[in-house]
């Protein structure tokens, strides 16, 4: 982060992962349903982690919005996340325990298994879109001063979002397709203007299955600003958590990136993609 001029990571937990594997096919699927508070412990465990990675790193920790103004790249931040909230097994009080505990500032709402907030892009459909339980957990986030993340979550899903957010809302990492193929984890140009409608931001993911390089993800991140303008797009790293190789396997590579975003975004355009996109998001959502 330092080397690369990052000012404030998202650093996730995965609340699901004991519960999905690699398929044959190179597919993230659940295979078995988790025990009873198995998914609350392991989250528990996850948090703790985080928490010495960033004592271990000197990092600090953002708790409100106003944190986010002090984070520089020599003295960089990080803002706590889950990657699915199957943690809380169906009950919100998990939600408030992590928020003073954890610090958790970020929740994805899905991720690999269908949970009991919604349906998942990659699972057949069960709810519909959102949960009665999913509308919940959002309403509590944007009480509490929690971004609400809706990557993954079935088109449905994130209109149904859109209609129960009242803050702007997160599509952490995807990119654009027009021709989307059954379980893609890619977002159509419809599914995109919704993010976008809440004021929100969508981070361009970067497998080097799609974007072979850092010339081919700044042709991703600009054809995503083409369809929903460049103040709604912003760089979903996903670090650690690809199946294969990474376009962005690092975040040193961020200079060179920017320095072929700006020879296609203005300075100001170019710095929003790379994080002040998020940041206004962020400030939005967060407690002052």
Sequence with gaps: MRRGGLATACIAIVSDSPTH???????????RDPEPGELAAYAERGFIRLHALVREQGLRIVRTAADLDAARSEAPMVLVAA???????GDLGGLEVAYRRAVLRHLQLT?????????????????????AFGAEVIRRCEALGVIVD??????????????????????????????????????????????????GVIGIWPPASLFPD????????????????????????DMMGLVGPSALPDYTSLPDLAAILLTRFSLDETAGIL??????????????
Excluded at 214 to 237: K, W
Aim: glycine share 12%; proline share 6%.
């Design 21 to 31: 594997r690699i398929t044959w096919e190179g597919r993230i699927k659940a295979f």
């Design 83 to 89: 990657e699915g909230a199957d943690f809380l097994e």
């Design 111 to 131: 991720h690999y298994r269908v949970n009991a907030l919604g349906d998942i892009q990659t699972e057949p459909p069960v709810h519909g879109g959102l949960s």
């Design 150 to 199: 809706v990557a993954h979550g079935t088109e449905a899903l994130v209109r149904q979002a859109a209609e129960v957010a009242r803050k702007p809302l997160v599509l952490s990492h995807t990119s654009l397709t027009t021709m989307p193929t059954p379980r893609t984890r890619r977002i159509t140009p419809e599914h995109a203007r919704i993010v976008a409608g809440t004021g």
């Design 214 to 237: 850092l010339d081919a993800l700044a042709e991703g991140i600009t054809r995503m600003a083409d369809v929903v303008g460049p103040a709604h797009v912003g760089i979903g790293s």
């Design 275 to 288: 994080g002040g996109n998020y940041l206004r998001v962020a400030k939005a959502c967060l407690a002052a």
